[in-house]
């Protein structure tokens, strides 16, 4: 529910461009709608997010992830530094 409602078109859309034609081997949208998932669903951090998505397959169906591959910890911190440069973006869309 909160990532059909979420205004965040414009901010995938700069961070779409931002990545162009770079390695798509996790997609922005996914990446993000994880994020907002661990939110919602209480995980204090990436280790305990990532190990939910290792174990549910739902979830990281509903996140945008294809298959059975987590993306690893260094993959998070390399797009949370993206999301930090994008802090006014964020702010709008909370």
Request: charge should be positive; aromatic fraction near 10%; proline fraction near 4%.
């Amino acid at each position: 529910l909160v990532l059909e409602y979420m205004p965040d078109e414009e901010l995938m859309r700069q961070l779409e461009k931002e990545r162009n034609k770079g390695r798509d081997d996790y997609p922005v949208r996914a990446m993000w709608n994880s994020i907002l998932a661990g939110i919602v669903y209480q995980h204090e951090t990436i280790e305990k997010l990532r190990r939910e998505l290792g174990r549910n397959g739902q979830l990281r169906f509903m996140c945008g992830f294809k298959g059975e591959t987590v993306p690893p910890a260094w993959v998070y911190t390399r797009f949370l530094k993206k999301i930090i440069n994008h802090a006014e973006e964020v702010d709008k869309i909370m």
